[in-house]
Nanobody, 124 residues
Framework: EVQLVESGGGSVQAGGSLRLSCVAS????????MGWFRQAPGKAREGVAG????????YYGDSVSGRFTISQDNAKNTVYLQMNSLKPEDTSMYYC?????????????????WGQGTQVIVSS
């Protein structure tokens, strides 16, 4: 059974930081682009960041570039999202995702596996 399990969400004031983690199991972690998407109430799901198995950054969303950092620990099958300088508009459910190699990492339709999501709330 494939599982992506996120953790690290919570409530924080604007300007604060959070670190999300996603542990993957049940499939070949090293052949997928791992990424983070988010979805706020009433809005479409959007790509936040993605990273290739070798550590190359696939992308950052325009709204988070310079504030968020994606990284991974292949030995632990874990991908992280360090979120700094958080803004109220970052408030969303954040989802971990795995995209098979050869696909565009930020395309929602290319995601093969999703996590259950972790909530991030940023207050002003």
């Amino acid at each position: 059974e494939v599982q992506l399990v996120e953790s690290g969400g919570g409530s924080v004031q604007a300007g604060g930081s959070l670190r999300l983690s996603c542990v993957a199991s049940g499939y070949t972690y090293s052949t997928n682009c791992m990424g983070w998407f988010r979805q706020a109430p009433g809005k479409a799901r959007e790509g936040v960041a993605g990273i290739w198995p070798g550590g190359d950054i696939a992308y950052y969303g325009d709204s988070v570039s310079g504030r968020f950092t994606i990284s991974q620990d292949n030995a632990k099958n874990t991908v992280y999202l360090q979120m700094n300088s958080l803004k109220p508009e970052d408030t969303s459910m954040y989802y971990c995702a795995a995209v098979p190699y050869g696909n565009e990492c930020r395309i929602i339709g290319a995601v093969r596996y999703w996590g259950q999501g972790t909530q991030v709330i940023v207050s002003s």
